[in-house]
């Protein structure tokens, strides 16, 4: 019997298992697909960053090259075949790392689906058919989510399509539709944008990535529209159809006047929904949600106490990030140690470009919760290393408290906010006020200046470049 069970191997399981395994907990993963990484490695985070750096070194060869004095011979062309290539290689190295570290660890790994059939014990069928039995005194359950579909749009995986098939298309659309205006639907419509597709992103709601500061959305879309990107907010998708090679998706706007849209692609990017079907939870008794998401305890416990949940398959954001510190905090609590995670220093992050970033309260939930705050922005186009690099779009905004000067919240937008965003969770995690920040020296030229100066401005409007 092992200690530790783990189903799932995407971050928040192999992490999980990994650190169960420090612990010198005795750890199975088991994992349905050939490779081990979940969404994450295979079909998410991973190739679509390595599809969004790809197009992004595209156009700036296209736009910027000639500026910056570096005169190109000939047309500049994409090779979509070379590119999807590269992101496969990308994917499949790292894949190959995750298996490094489960052997380095000691941890056992057995491909298949799994399910359970006790509450300590797990049937696992793998591809051809083979049964095999795991017991464990512990299981975690991490098996992750699948993109969120319409009922209305039929997924045929050639023309209307998850992001999955977005990662492998064999040709740049002329025309794509992207129904959904939130992180997945913005990356990858930009990514076909670049290479030459018209694309048109249909949002029901009456912004884009809902959730974060109105402020971000709001400059995102600005700076999105100007690389000419198309946007139909506030319309309510009805039906989606295809017609040999094109494809119709029919909605109703704000004034509730049907329209319709006309591509030759369309990406389905609604949200993703809690992977749980064929678990077996219900032969264990798990308790569930209306979402289909398993309910836990503050230590991520199901209902049976031995059996745990983590990851996009629990409440929360539907981050690896978020996964990996759940795997983490699980291992940790079976081991008898008592970790904890401050979700609200979970930071979300768009990796368009500009890249959006935030952590902490929005504006709209400070006021929301009539908590008295304020608030010191910056521009990005003020910084000298912005002007250097072409990077003028954005801000970084800080929100702090307005009596103890603790900052709240920090939401930013511009070049390389993916990474600046670390020092804006750090600073929290130590709870540091605006003049804590303000305070310290940041290297110049770079764009964490933006920061202080964000930092300055909280505090009593004292910054020095704008």
């Not at 420090?22 to 679509?48: A, F, H, M, R, W």
């Not at 998708?237 to 909605?251: C, I």
């Not at 908590?371 to 003020?382: D, V």
Request: glycine share 10%; with cysteine.
């Amino acid at each position: 019997m092992y200690d530790v069970a783990v189903l799932g191997a995407g971050p928040g399981g192999y992490v999980a298992a990994i650190r169960c395994a420090q612990l010198g907990l005795k750890t199975v993963l088991i994992e349905k697909y050939d490779t081990l990484g979940g969404t994450c490695l295979n079909v998410g985070c991973i190739p679509s960053k390595t599809l969004l750096d790809s197009s992004h070194h595209y156009e700036t060869a296209v736009h910027q090259f000639k500026e910056h004095g570096i005169d190109v011979e000939g047309s500049i062309k994409v090779n979509l075949a070379q590119m999807i290539a590269r992101k496969d290689e990308v994917v499949a190295t790292t894949t190959k790392g995750i298996d490094f570290l489960m052997d380095k660890n000691k941890v056992t790994v057995i491909h298949g689906k799994g399910s359970f059939i006790q509450a300590n014990t797990l049937e696992v069928v793998d591809k051809d058919g083979k049964k095999t039995k795991v017991e464990a005194k512990n299981i975690i359950i991490a098996t992750g989510s699948k993109p969120a579909t319409l009922p209305f749009a039929a997924i045929d995986k050639e023309r209307i399509i998850t992001s999955t098939e977005a990662l492998k298309l064999k040709e740049i659309p002329k025309h794509l539709l992207v129904i959904g205006g939130g992180v997945i639907g913005l990356e990858l419509g930009q990514v076909y944008h670049r290479l030459g597709a018209q694309v048109t992103v249909i949002e029901y709601m009456d912004g884009i990535i809902p959730g974060m500061d109105k402020s971000l959305s709001k400059e995102l879309l600005r700076v999105l529209k100007k690389q000419k990107m198309q946007f139909a907010l506030s319309h309510k998708v009805t039906k989606v159809s295809r017609v040999k090679d094109q494809v119709v998706v029919e909605a109703t706007d704000a004034k509730g006047n049907q329209v319709s849209f006309e591509g030759d692609y369309c990406l389905v990017s609604i949200g993703r929904k809690a992977y749980t079907e064929g678990l077996g939870l219900e032969n264990v008794g798990i308790h569930t949600d209306d979402r289909g998401r398993i309910q836990t305890n503050e230590h991520l416990q199901t209902n049976i106490p031995h059996i745990y949940a983590l990851g996009d398959v629990v409440k929360g954001a539907m981050l690896a990030h978020k996964a990996e510190e759940e795997g983490v905090l699980v291992a940790e609590i079976i081991a008898g140690q008592k970790p904890h995670i401050n979700y609200n220093l979970i930071p979300g992050v768009v990796y368009t470009w500009p890249e959006v970033a935030g952590v902490g309260q929005t504006e709209e939930q400070l006021q929301l919760a009539e908590i008295p705050y304020k608030s010191g922005s910056f521009p990005m186009r003020a910084l000298g290393r912005s002007r250097a690099s072409m990077d003028t779009d954005g801000f970084v905004k800080i929100l702090a408290h307005a009596k103890t000067d603790e900052v709240l919240g920090v939401h930013m937008i511009g070049a390389r906010c993916a990474d600046l965003i670390a020092e804006a969770v750090t600073a929290m995690e130590f709870r540091a006020s605006a003049e804590d920040i303000a305070r310290m020296s940041h290297a110049h030229p770079t764009y964490a200046e933006a920061i202080k100066e964000a930092a300055l401005a909280a505090t009593e409007n004292r910054s020095i470049h704008s």
